[in-house]
């Protein structure tokens, strides 16, 4: 898909409160409803822990992570947002404590000093992040910057910057600015370092930080489709793409970029890449209500897919595009485990794609999707065709890998929405006797909400990899736009959200919408409130955006099945 993300600042509603999750299950194939925390916007070492029934563990990592103090200071503003004044980047998608990560940085003039802020986000209190470390007056030097002035028009100034013309791969080769340690006792989860020069302009670099290898859940970032979508250089997954036809599929063979590296900064969201935009408002909530929870980058799962075992339960967060096989096989063998597995965005597994080494060796830092289609009869373009046609980079329902995404995630993407945010979310009229809407107050047959069901959403298509036992919780009417970007005139369409049991006894579930986060927390990134599309999504007041108790309520119930094995089949 592609939707153009620009770096904004931010705004935070404060919270009244926490309430305790109480979440009781009566034995091990019985779900029972939970208690949640629904006031408000969601805004150590690590050892082996023994979990708990409300997916916490007896360690409470994230719990008291999230009870030191936070700050608001993280955020970065419009008026002090950078533009070419500083850029930088992380050497590494995750790191793990008492080691280190390397991060370049560029100032527009040499000489220029700027300090570093770490901050990890959460909830704390609803000030969203807490400060971990600063480093300051550093040196900066003069390595190169994007200006992505508009979709049309852009300047890249990189002496250093080299472009492979066979597969247009952009790679920066900066040198290493500052090398980071990482303490021993830094809990897992999404930092932000964030770096400010001397006349105050701002820039981010993400990084996961590893830890909590037992904990009930896992959560795995989007890395592969944060870089898809990264147009810096003026080099992105969807550099040449056909908006009529969708999905970033090139206008003829040969066209587009089919590589991209993690080696550069994001052009998106003030450099953070697309977290401020699909996973922050999830990541609140979750540790709001003190889950229990490792966090792992997309290129962990990829190098280490075993690990998920030592989970009761996956999360995939936001816009999740771009796996690999080896991503993909990993999740469906914890599946088939018993692991619960939950797809809390829409259009996941959509592409296949594979890593490679940057041009220093290091393994998976470039990403690798020739978008090759069986409809554009262009295969060859993919120099593993005939080779090895399982890993040929294609959408994973194409005849060639023949691997529908519904098989694994039960839904899967349908269409999208350029003219507005999304949707509500319409519980499906035959959901009513649910057992996961038990407590939350939902009804059958009612709309919820704003800008949640969008703007890619995923659907039932009932076809031969569709789980038998599939069932419909949300069934929401939605509208496509056309190719000029408003609502198309002739054609509309349903948005599901949807479970199933898988024969290992395992719970599994799909949001279908990558604006899921926005049903569970008030936290907007100030442009989605001043833009057009939220407005339209909210009978033209993006303010009403709002998280919905009772869809809380909901979610807390499917974190509550998603860690518990149903080998009957049914909750």
Request: charged residues 15%; hydrophobic residues 35%; glycine residues 10%.
């Amino acid at each position: 898909m592609k939707l153009r993300i620009i770096g904004v600042g931010l705004v935070f509603i404060s919270a009244i409160g926490i309430l305790l999750l109480i979440i009781t299950l009566t034995n091990p194939s019985t779900f029972t409803s939970t208690s949640v925390s629904t006031v408000g916007t969601s805004t150590g070492t690590h050892t082996s822990a023994t979990a708990t029934s409300n997916g916490t563990t007896s360690n409470d990592s994230i719990a008291r992570e999230n009870a030191q103090p936070g700050t608001t200071s993280w955020q970065i503003t419009a008026a002090h947002a950078s533009t070419v004044q500083i850029q930088a980047f992380a050497g590494a998608t995750s790191v793990v404590p008492g080691s280190s990560i390397k991060l370049y940085v560029s100032t527009q003039r040499a000489g220029t000093l700027y300090t570093i802020d770490i901050y990890r986000l959460g909830w704390y209190g609803g000030t969203g992040a807490r400060l971990m470390q600063s480093i300051p007056a550093l040196s900066g030097d003069d390595q190169g910057y994007f200006d992505n002035i508009n979709d049309t028009q852009s300047t890249l100034v990189c002496p250093s910057c080299t472009t492979d013309k066979a597969t247009g791969l952009l790679e920066t080769h900066w040198k290493a600015s500052y090398t980071l340690s990482i303490p021993n006792n830094w809990t897992t989860g999404i930092y932000l370092a964030k770096f400010t020069d001397s006349q105050g302009f701002q820039t981010y670099a993400p990084f996961d930080v590893l830890g909590n290898p037992n904990a009930p859940y896992v959560l795995v970032t989007p890395d592969t489709t944060a870089a898809a979508y990264n147009n810096w250089g003026g080099s992105s997954l969807y550099e040449v793409d056909n908006e009529a036809k969708g999905q970033g599929v090139p206008v003829s063979p040969g066209a587009g970029v089919a590589a991209v590296s993690f080696n550069r900064p994001y052009s998106d969201g003030y450099g953070s890449g697309i977290i401020l935009s699909y996973e922050l408002t999830t990541i609140h909530w979750l540790e709001r209500q003190g889950y229990e929870i490792s966090y792992i980058s997309s290129v962990d799962l990829q190098t280490n897919p075993a690990q998920l075992l030592n989970h009761k339960a996956f999360i995939s967060l936001g816009h999740d595009e771009y796996w690999t096989k080896e991503m993909r096989d990993g999740v469906e063998n914890a599946r088939d485990h018993g692991v619960g597995l939950a797809f809390l965005g829409a259009n996941t597994a959509y592409w296949q794609m594979r890593f490679g080494p940057d041009s220093n060796g290091t393994e998976n830092r470039i990403v690798i999707c020739y978008k090759v289609l069986s409809d554009n009869k262009d295969y060859q373009r993919d120099p593993l065709y005939g080779k090895d046609n399982s890993r040929v980079t294609t959408q994973w329902r194409d005849p060639l890998v023949n691997r529908p995404e519904d098989a694994l995630t039960g839904v899967m993407f349908s269409d999208l929405t350029h003219y507005q945010s999304g949707f509500a979310w319409r519980v499906d009229p035959q959901a009513g006797n649910s057992p996961l809407l038990k407590g939350t107050g939902l009804q059958a047959g009612q709309s919820y909400g704003c800008g949640i069901v969008g703007y890619e959403w995923d659907k039932d298509f009932n076809d031969a990899t569709t789980p038998k036992n599939l069932q419909l919780i949300a069934s929401s009417p939605v509208v496509p736009s056309n190719s000029a970007g408003t609502p198309s005139t002739t054609r509309t369409d349903m948005g599901n959200s949807a479970y199933y049991i898988a024969p290992s006894g395992a719970f599994v579930f799909a949001s279908g919408s990558i604006y899921w986060g926005n049903s569970l927390d008030d936290f907007r990134a100030d442009y989605n409130l001043q833009s057009h599309s939220l407005a339209r999504a909210c009978n033209g007041d993006a303010t009403t955006s709002k998280a919905v108790p009772e869809i809380q309520k909901f979610m807390a119930n499917v974190m509550s099945a998603m860690i518990v094995k149903h080998p009957s089949g049914t909750l």
